[in-house]
């Protein structure tokens, strides 16, 4: 039989392909995992080894093919039909049509559900809600309990759903779960179990499904050792794609379909395991050989098609490092002169100049903004950047959540500092009036329309009866108002004064507010380089930002576009020159994600993931200090950051090291020390001899 599809693969994808395969039926393969390091060809390999069943003879109406995305499934269904072309020819399209069972975990379970829905219980016709749906099911059990009207801050419906999420895909009783994710609502241990015990009975007497439930009766389902054996039997094949994404919910319900691991493949990298936030749980990938008796095959693929030898050195040298993982060393036949840079700047407005200025000297000598990306650990450490991007006109695309300028908390800032600018500004005043307790789109409205024919607008507000439930809130709001008004502390302090009011509704309305607040002081350096309020306003208004997200496609914005993106939203992608904001300790690892062993170990993956998207050329930046809370960049309070820990001076050997900007000959380097022009110590000393 031929076999022209293996030309394109290399040993170790070939053995991965050819593992277990019978030419009979395809069907007596023992458990396989397939380590596939970054770049190794993961999912060229995961289809070829579902082509190679399919023309052995597996039926693929009997293949359970699952992935981490619909996009994901449509894929590699599209490249299994190539490789079945090959031997098959037009009968092809008529296998691959018939592999039905390739999907997404919950569309998967979706489905089965419904199959197996009168054993279980279940009325068939069931819905499911969305996110949002199930945050607003979780708000009204919430109402109804009376937990919304308590003496002491609630979680909130998107906390509390995240708490109940985490719980269930876990595995992990909620007290685990909140000590270890929410030690600031391990308080409401009692309380958060009966709204869960009432969102469950909601959901029943409504006959819908959450996101999570699809995974959850899925579990339950098979936890039946009959239901199991039928459901498993359904399936001569089971592969499962990013299986170091999985959580323990997945794991349990894979090993009761396949408890022997008769037909099943898992495809992962335990090297890039960086979802925990999401309950994605590593120990799933790193316990899978032993899981079976005898344990499962293990094929390693380490050949890199993407990046050059010395990138895969310097990431080689980092996850080496790493508590526990499969030995793996990336290798290259991509050879290059050039090592990953490690570049010290003085601070992060400096940091964006590097980044702009490489960038562009990229673009003239044929590498287009497209094939470069910016990555970081955090949203928000972005800030500077696009400021300096959108300054210097150079269009970008922003993954992994909302623009810093169009992130929610940024924008109220930015209401506040509208209104006390233009007080007949509808739009400012109705998202501004609307954080205060008790002001709702009603009463907003009701106050800006007795506002509006006013000569002088704000000491209208000032003279109007207060909205009823409103409380103290209202006469700050006011105050706040006048003061920005009367200009009298001056700009840039005004957006001190501003964000001061803010904090409070800030912590009450928003779970993560500590994150938020690092926007904030982000925001208040740059409007510091700014000489008044209203230019700030202005130029901002001028060419705000894009807002635009992991789902929101091609941008419209130019021809060509830098890409920024948070790591986590960067996994799986590859650009020719990647720039890496902020290693240093505190940024990677992040300060918040250190405090137990397994965090700091995934914090180092998140740094591997991030080196290993570069093909040609890699720039690590670090900055030398970062302001503290509430300086602007024109003050002098900071704190100097090291060298993220994961590149210890042992691993520098691997790296170019270089400062910027280049200091000429003859000239001297800025310092941070700043030189005094006249010594007036040593005048005052000298006085008295």
Same mark, same amino acid.
């Given at each position: 039989?031929?076999v022209?599809?293996f030309?394109?693969?290399?040993?170790?994808?070939?053995?991965?392909?050819?593992?277990?395969?019978?030419?009979?039926?395809?069907?007596?393969?023992?458990?396989?995992?397939?380590?596939?390091?970054?770049?190794?060809?993961?999912?060229?390999?995961?289809?070829?080894?579902?082509?190679?069943?399919?023309?052995n003879?597996?039926?693929?109406?009997?293949?359970?093919?699952?992935?981490?995305?619909?996009?994901?499934?449509?894929?590699?269904?599209?490249?299994?039909?190539?490789i079945?072309?090959?031997?098959?020819?037009?009968?092809?399209?008529?296998?691959?049509?018939?592999?039905?069972?390739?999907?997404?975990?919950?569309?998967?379970?979706?489905?089965?559900?419904?199959?197996?829905?009168?054993?279980?219980?279940?009325?068939?016709?069931?819905?499911?809600?969305?996110?949002?749906?199930?945050?607003?099911?979780?708000?009204?059990?919430?109402?109804?309990?009376?937990?919304?009207?308590?003496?002491?801050?609630?979680?909130?419906?998107?906390?509390c759903?995240?708490?109940?999420?985490?719980?269930?895909?876990?595995?992990?009783?909620?007290?685990?779960?909140?000590?270890?994710?929410?030690?600031?609502?391990?308080?409401?241990?009692?309380?958060?179990?009966?709204?869960?015990?009432?969102?469950v009975?909601?959901?029943?007497?409504?006959?819908?499904?959450?996101?999570?439930?699809?995974?959850?009766?899925?579990?339950?389902?098979?936890?039946?050792?009959?239901?199991?054996?039928?459901?498993?039997?359904?399936?001569?094949?089971?592969?499962?794609?990013?299986?170091?994404?999985?959580?323990?919910?997945?794991?349990?319900?894979?090993?009761?379909?396949?408890?022997?691991?008769?037909?099943?493949?898992?495809?992962?990298?335990?090297?890039?395991?960086?979802?925990?936030?999401?309950?994605?749980?590593?120990?799933?990938?790193?316990?899978?050989?032993?899981?079976?008796?005898?344990?499962?095959?293990?094929?390693?693929?380490?050949?890199?098609?993407?990046?050059?030898?010395?990138?895969?050195a310097?990431?080689?040298?980092?996850?080496?490092?790493?508590?526990?993982?499969?030995?793996?060393?990336?290798?290259?036949?991509?050879?290059?002169?050039?090592?990953?840079?490690?570049?010290?700047?003085?601070? #992060?407005? +400096? %940091?964006a *100049?590097?980044?702009?200025?490489?960038? @562009? !000297?990229?673009?003239e000598?044929?590498? =287009?903004? /497209?094939?470069?990306?910016?990555?970081?650990?955090?949203?928000?450490?972005s800030?500077?950047?696009?400021?300096?991007?959108?300054?210097?006109?150079?269009?970008?695309?922003?993954?992994?959540?909302?623009?810093?300028?169009?992130?929610?908390?940024v924008?109220?800032?930015?209401?506040?500092?509208?209104?006390?600018?233009?007080?007949r500004d509808?739009?400012?005043?109705?998202?501004?009036?609307?954080?205060l307790?008790?002001?709702?789109?009603?009463?907003?409205?009701?106050?800006?329309?007795?506002?509006?024919?006013?000569?002088?607008?704000?000491?209208?507000?000032?003279?109007?009866?207060?909205p009823?439930?409103?409380?103290?809130?209202?006469?700050?709001?006011?105050?706040?108002?006048?003061?920005?008004?009367?200009?009298?502390?001056?700009?840039?302090? #005004?957006? +001190? %004064?501003a *964000?001061?009011?803010?904090?409070?509704? @800030? !912590?009450?309305?928003?779970?993560?507010? =500590?994150? /938020?607040?690092?926007?904030?002081?982000?925001?208040?350096?740059?409007?510091?380089?700014?000489?008044?309020?209203?230019?700030?306003?202005?130029?901002?208004?001028?060419?705000?930002?894009?807002?635009?997200?992991?789902?929101?496609?091609?941008?419209?914005?130019?021809?060509?576009?830098?890409?920024?993106?948070?790591?986590?939203?960067?996994?799986?992608?590859?650009?020719?020159?990647?720039?890496?904001?902020?290693?240093?300790?505190?940024?990677?690892?992040?300060?918040?994600?250190?405090?137990?062993?397994?965090?700091?170990?995934?914090?180092?993956?998140?740094?591997?993931?991030?080196?290993?998207r570069?093909?040609?050329?890699?720039?690590?930046?670090?900055?030398?200090?970062?302001?503290?809370?509430?300086?602007?960049?024109?003050?002098?309070?900071?704190?100097?950051?090291?060298?993220? *820990?994961?590149?210890?001076?042992?691993? @520098? !050997?691997?790296?170019?090291?270089?400062?910027?900007?280049v200091?000429?000959?003859g000239?001297?380097?800025?310092?941070?020390?700043?030189?005094?022009?006249?010594?007036?110590?040593?005048?005052?000393?000298?006085?008295?001899?």
């Amino acid at each position: 039989m031929s076999v022209a599809y293996f030309e394109n693969l290399n040993m170790e994808q070939r053995r991965a392909v050819e593992h277990g395969v019978a030419i009979s039926d395809g069907a007596d393969g023992g458990p396989l995992l397939i380590i596939a390091g970054a770049g190794s060809g993961k999912t060229n390999t995961l289809a070829h080894r579902v082509g190679h069943l399919i023309v052995n003879g597996a039926d693929p109406r009997r293949i359970l093919l699952m992935t981490f995305s619909r996009r994901a499934a449509s894929e590699m269904a599209q490249r299994v039909e190539r490789i079945c072309g090959q031997v098959l020819g037009t009968n092809a399209g008529i296998m691959t049509d018939a592999l039905t069972w390739a999907g997404t975990f919950h569309g998967i379970g979706a489905r089965l559900l419904r199959h197996y829905a009168e054993q279980i219980g279940l009325d068939p016709a069931f819905t499911i809600h969305d996110r949002e749906d199930s945050a607003d099911l979780m708000n009204l059990a919430r109402h109804e309990l009376g937990f919304s009207r308590m003496e002491s801050r609630f979680p909130t419906k998107a906390t509390c759903l995240t708490i109940y999420s985490r719980a269930v895909n876990s595995e992990r009783p909620i007290e685990e779960v909140l000590g270890s994710f929410f030690p600031w609502c391990a308080g409401w241990n009692s309380q958060l179990r009966a709204l869960f015990a009432a969102y469950v009975e909601a959901k029943q007497a409504q006959n819908v499904l959450d996101y999570d439930d699809l995974l959850l009766y899925w579990a339950q389902t098979v936890s039946d050792p009959m239901l199991a054996d039928d459901i498993g039997g359904r399936f001569d094949h089971v592969l499962v794609d990013e299986y170091q994404d999985t959580n323990r919910l997945q794991a349990s319900i894979l090993m009761a379909l396949k408890p022997d691991g008769r037909g099943l493949t898992v495809v992962g990298d335990d090297a890039q395991s960086i979802y925990s936030f999401r309950a994605a749980c590593v120990r799933n990938i790193l316990d899978f050989p032993a899981a079976f008796s005898p344990p499962a095959a293990i094929v390693t693929l380490d050949r890199n098609y993407r990046s050059t030898q010395p990138i895969l050195a310097a990431a080689n040298g980092v996850i080496e490092m790493a508590a526990e993982r499969f030995t793996k060393n990336l290798w290259s036949e991509r050879q290059s002169a050039e090592r990953p840079r490690i570049v010290t700047v003085r601070d #992060e407005t +400096e %940091q964006a *100049r590097y980044i702009v200025q490489q960038v @562009l !000297e990229n673009r003239e000598v044929g590498t =287009t903004l /497209r094939q470069q990306a910016v990555l970081f650990r955090t949203s928000s450490h972005s800030g500077p950047l696009e400021v300096e991007l959108t300054r210097r006109n150079i269009p970008f695309v922003k993954f992994g959540g909302l623009k810093f300028l169009d992130s929610a908390h940024v924008k109220d800032m930015l209401a506040v500092l509208r209104f006390a600018q233009n007080p007949r500004d509808r739009v400012a005043g109705f998202r501004l009036m609307q954080l205060l307790p008790g002001v709702g789109p009603t009463s907003a409205q009701r106050i800006l329309d007795a506002m509006t024919d006013q000569p002088e607008p704000l000491r209208a507000l000032t003279g109007m009866p207060m909205p009823p439930r409103v409380g103290d809130s209202w006469q700050g709001f006011v105050d706040m108002l006048e003061q920005l008004r009367s200009g009298k502390a001056g700009w840039p302090a #005004e957006i +001190e %004064q501003a *964000r001061r009011w803010y904090e409070p509704h @800030l !912590e009450r309305i928003h779970e993560d507010a =500590t994150v /938020r607040k690092a926007d904030l002081v982000q925001l208040e350096q740059i409007a510091a380089g700014y000489p008044s309020r209203e230019r700030f306003l202005t130029e901002l208004t001028l060419d705000p930002p894009t807002a635009t997200s992991d789902q929101s496609g091609i941008p419209n914005l130019d021809e060509d576009y830098l890409i920024l993106s948070t790591i986590h939203s960067a996994k799986g992608q590859e650009w020719k020159s990647v720039f890496v904001l902020n290693t240093v300790d505190g940024c990677i690892p992040s300060d918040l994600g250190v405090g137990t062993t397994a965090d700091q170990e995934e914090e180092r993956r998140l740094l591997y993931v991030a080196m290993t998207r570069a093909k040609d050329s890699l720039h690590l930046i670090t900055p030398q200090r970062f302001f503290t809370h509430g300086q602007n960049a024109r003050g002098d309070r900071h704190v100097y950051a090291a060298r993220t *820990r994961f590149i210890p001076a042992s691993l @520098l !050997e691997l790296f170019e090291c270089c400062a910027w900007p280049v200091v000429a000959v003859g000239q001297t380097a800025r310092s941070d020390v700043r030189q005094p022009r006249l010594d007036v110590r040593a005048q005052m000393r000298g006085m008295w001899r």
